[in-house]
């Protein structure tokens, strides 16, 4: 079992970044491909980023790509999210999660672990 506990989140002007971070539990952090996820207010929690076991692949939803940057350091069991040109839209509850496998997968159903999430605010 792997726990999850997020941090860095809070309120940014739009244009602004802010860098979230994930720490994970566990002797076989580096065995498992990690994401990002988000759910605003009244809406369905939405894929963000996802990276496999190693850090060399990445993948990104639509809405961030280019402004977001999924990175992992498996001897510190940590995942990041830097978030740039923030906007408005992007304001949500952010949730680190984790996979049993350690390849990429942007649905999260087939994430096992979850972190508690942290707030984004982004006004503009």
């Known amino acids: 079992q792997v726990q999850l506990v997020e941090s860095g989140g809070g309120l940014v002007q739009a244009g602004g970044s802010l860098r979230l971070s994930c720490a994970a539990s566990?002797?076989?952090?580096?065995?498992?491909?990690m994401g990002w996820f988000r759910q605003a207010s009244g809406k369905e929690r939405e894929f963000v980023a996802a990276?496999?076991?190693?850090?060399?692949?990445?993948y990104y939803a639509e809405s961030v790509k280019g402004r977001f940057t999924i990175s992992r350091d498996n001897a510190k069991n940590m995942v990041y999210l830097q978030m740039n040109s923030l906007k408005p839209e992007d304001t949500a509850v952010y949730y680190c999660?984790?996979?049993?496998?350690?390849?990429?997968?942007?649905?999260?159903?087939?994430?096992?672990?979850w972190g508690q999430g942290t707030q984004v605010t982004v006004s503009s």
């Open positions: 999660a984790g996979r049993w496998s350690g390849g990429l997968d942007y649905h999260g159903q087939n994430y096992a672990f």
């Open positions: 566990g002797r076989t952090f580096s065995e498992h491909a």
């Open positions: 990276t496999s076991w190693s850090g060399r692949s990445t």
